[in-house]
């Protein structure tokens, strides 16, 4: 027992060491803007908010104070880390989920506080701020909060990229008190709020995969009769995943989803139904960390030790089997030289892995669809990637988009040979029975 809690120990300082080191290098090297599509106006921001939790042999035995307004955001960074219980602390990311409307493309999703920027927003980051303040009540702007920079940005598309949504502008920032605010959610945006350790996130174990149903998006407007035939002959959409495992959750008690169903309602339901509902955002459901948050998170984490997130990521694909195989079939070798051109093509330094191979300049690049290498189906994976416009000539890059360029339009291809081949086994299989049927 003891040498497990020397191992968590040492694995907590080398966590909060590392964290240090990957948050100059994001202060020093921002990532390159991202401009708006010609046909899309319209820019979002998030935050990703990180805190130190103290642990219990190190607690903090002064008063919190407020960081020097006078002091750069370097050294308020090597102050902080400074610090015993910092060192020895749990470094944890705040995330929220969505709370459940209809109508609402990431309903009930796993995300980062957030939202659409507006007119009255001075630029990107004044919008990840305001967001953040109205969501959840935490505010950005004090002096116990270090702006620490950005991730890159991306383009969200629709369904395999043909409509551009949004350009989306991730932001960090770092809490600097051992004390955290006390966080006020707003109902019609946010069902609960959770902070997650880092230590979660980076782990194996808590990978896991979100299935999703796309029928909506392969027949709009089709009814419940057409859209079961379809899921019935091509399954779900399987998602990389992590499985979220909070250290501190606080819930929203005025939105619905809050109190549980009624017991003899719920009793009486079909096992299809319950399933249904646990689809579709139930509250009791795992939390799932997924599709373009996840995205959003893959280089930061692969910059942390064991710098493994990247890897431990996995391309979306189908539950049946041979819709799967096809799948894997004909995006073999794109794979296989988009995980060469993310490996081959790091930056030189020992906590920023995701500088990895040249790309398309932000000014220079062409919005096409063939040159789109979309966010994913609904916005579901993760987008284009830039060159940075860095003067030392490395290049700036999006791993997990390097990995999906050119991966959805295999998707769709495969989509079409596979209900061909459906087709031809549905001919094949009603020839041969006719031919029995006649011989009796």
Sequence with gaps: MESLNKSSLQDTVSLSKSLHDVLIELQQRPYPHVPNPPSC???????????????????????????????????????????????????EA???KRASRVGDRWTGHVALPGGRRDPEDLDDKAAAI??????????????????????P????????????????????????????????????????????????????????????????????????????????????????????????????SSIPEFFPSDYKVQHLQS??????????????????????TLGILADFLDMLPPHTAVQLWEYPTFTVPDLRLIVNILTYRLR?????????GARLNNTAVDGQTAAITAPEAEYSNNENNQVGIGGLGVGRYYRGSEKDGEQSSYAVGIMLRGYYERVRVAIYV???????????????????????
């Excluded at 305001?130 to 991730?151: M, P, Y």
């Excluded at 596979?418 to 009796?440: C, D, S």
């Design 336 to 344: 296989k030289r988009n995980t060469l051109q993310v490996t081959s």
């Design 153 to 252: 940005e991306r383009v969200v598309t629709t369904s395999f990229g043909a409509v551009p949504l949004m350009v989306l502008c991730p932001f960090v920032f770092l809490w600097t008190r051992s004390d955290s605010p006390t966080l006020k959610l707003q109902p019609t945006e946010v069902a609960s709020t959770h902070w997650v350790s880092l230590r979660t996130l980076l782990s194996p174990s808590s990978r896991t995969a979100e299935y999703v149903d796309l029928t909506e998006r392969y027949i709009k407007g089709a009814g419940y009769l057409a859209r079961l035939a379809v899921r019935s002959v091509m399954g779900f959409m399987r998602f990389s995943a992590i499985k979220l495992t909070p250290t501190e959750s606080l819930c929203c």
């Design 41 to 91: 106006k319209k820019r979002a921001s998030v935050a990703l908010i990180l805190r130190v939790r103290p642990t219990y042999d190190h607690w903090p035995t002064d008063p919190p104070s407020s960081q020097n307004h006078s002091l750069s955001n370097r050294q308020k960074l090597d102050n902080f880390f400074s610090q015993t219980w910092v060192q020895h602390g749990d470094p």
């Design 418 to 440: 596979f209900l061909g081949w459906r087709v031809a086994l549905g001919t094949v299989a009603g020839a041969y029975a006719w031919k029995l049927l006649r011989r009796r």
């Design 271 to 292: 096992s299809f139904q319950q399933w249904s509902t646990w689809c579709s955002g139930n509250a009791n459901r795992p939390l799932l960390l997924w599709g373009l």
């Design 130 to 151: 305001r967001e953040a303040s109205e969501e959840v009540g935490f505010d950005l702007s004090t002096d116990d909060c270090v702006f620490i920079g950005n991730l």
């Design 94 to 96: 705040l995330f929220i």
